[in-house]
């Protein structure tokens, strides 16, 4: 089923479109939660399904970047750090897919959607991770922003999401402290450890600003997702909430954000920072960033070595389901 085309759910609830618009409103105002059976708007609908796709395809290829470095961990316990986050992130993905079905979204119609690049994801995972100490920067740095943005969505209107969410940051928190441990470890280690830790920082920090989304004079959908509470904040809130975050733990370690203009402000009370280069993330978003093709290529191979899965899967069911009706 494509997106563009969600049937109406019924509502559990019976009443006027005008009636059951007004008692939607009433449950935003309030503050209480959207539920698959409620009635809700055609818009609330597809932008839900939007956000709660485009998050489940970043999970879901954000394990490549580090899925790529357990077998070259240099310890067992490394290894199986990085093996069970890698399986967390898996885990967030089949979660929120399963969200977007109380949508009455289609997760076969979403992962085409995703591979033929009809859907996004998000631009920080189209950057290669070219050493170990990018694990840790990834769990630092891109857990870090993952975490400041998604924890205001544990309230967030859509009442699925915001339960998926609440998992989802538990364990996103635990990734971004093993990164900052694994950084640790390296921080007091060899100068050339030290050295490949800051190269990390530097290659990381500008596109993870970029994960925010684009800044709130050109963002196209945070008014109306503010307005339905399925956003709590904007985007360069929750950018600067991230930096004046980010700066102490950079200190506690020893590493220089690359970034000549980032310097505290007594006046704001936060920090100041440079621009992000907007368009390279528009370029990245595009689908032209160093990594997009490969990304999208590496889904796809998998998903088409799964379809005898799928199919014997499927099979079995039907037969199941024949045996039950005989
Ligand atoms: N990359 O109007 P806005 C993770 C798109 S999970 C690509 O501001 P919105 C876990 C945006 O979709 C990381 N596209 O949009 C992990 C929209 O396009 P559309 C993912 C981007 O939705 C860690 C257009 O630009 N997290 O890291 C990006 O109000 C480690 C205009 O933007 C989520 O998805 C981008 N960075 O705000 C896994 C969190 N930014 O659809 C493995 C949930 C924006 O109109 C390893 N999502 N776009 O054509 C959100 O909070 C929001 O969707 C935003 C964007 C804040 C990302």
């Not at 395809?57 to 961990?73: D, K, L, V, Y």
């Not at 990390?200 to 600003?209: G, H, M, S």
């Amino acid at each position: 089923m494509s997106q563009d085309s969600v049937p109406m759910l019924r509502s559990y609830t019976g009443g006027t479109e005008p009636a059951l618009a007004e008692q939607f409103e009433r449950t935003i105002a309030r503050d209480q939660r959207v539920e698959p059976r409620d009635w809700m708007p055609e818009k609330f609908r597809a932008t839900m399904i939007r956000q709660i796709a485009q998050h489940a395809h970043s999970e879901i290829i954000g394990m490549q970047p580090e899925g790529n470095w357990i077998t070259r961990a240099p310890s067992l316990r490394r290894k199986a750090i990085l093996l069970a986050k890698v399986q967390d992130e898996a885990g967030h993905g089949l979660y929120l897919y399963s969200a977007c079905e109380t949508l009455g979204a289609d997760r076969t119609d979403l992962t085409e959607r995703l591979i033929t690049g009809r859907q996004k994801y998000s631009s920080i995972f189209n950057y290669p991770a070219l050493t170990f100490a990018d694990m840790g920067v990834i769990g630092w740095l891109v857990d870090g922003a993952a975490v400041c943005n998604q924890v205001p969505l544990c309230r967030s209107s859509y009442g699925p999401y915001a339960r998926a969410m609440i998992r989802i940051c538990k364990e996103e928190s635990f990734h971004q402290r093993q990164g900052y441990e694994l950084l640790m470890t390296m921080m007091s280690g060899t100068a050339g450890q030290r050295a490949m830790v800051q190269d990390a920082v530097d290659r990381w920090w500008w596109p993870v600003l970029m994960m925010f989304g684009p800044p709130d004079r050109e963002s196209a959908n945070t008014a109306q997702s503010m307005a339905w509470k399925i956003k709590r904040h904007t985007n360069d809130e929750l950018r600067q909430r991230f930096v004046d975050m980010t700066v102490p733990q950079a200190e506690a370690l020893g590493v220089t954000l690359p970034d000549p203009d980032l310097r505290w402000n007594p006046e704001r009370g936060a920090h100041d920072f440079g621009e992000v280069d907007w368009d390279e993330m528009k370029q990245v978003v595009a689908g032209n960033g160093p990594c997009n093709a490969e990304r999208i290529a590496q889904r796809k191979a998998a998903h088409d070595e799964g379809a005898w899965v799928r199919e014997a899967a499927a099979a079995r069911a039907a037969k199941t389901r024949k045996e039950a009706a005989a």
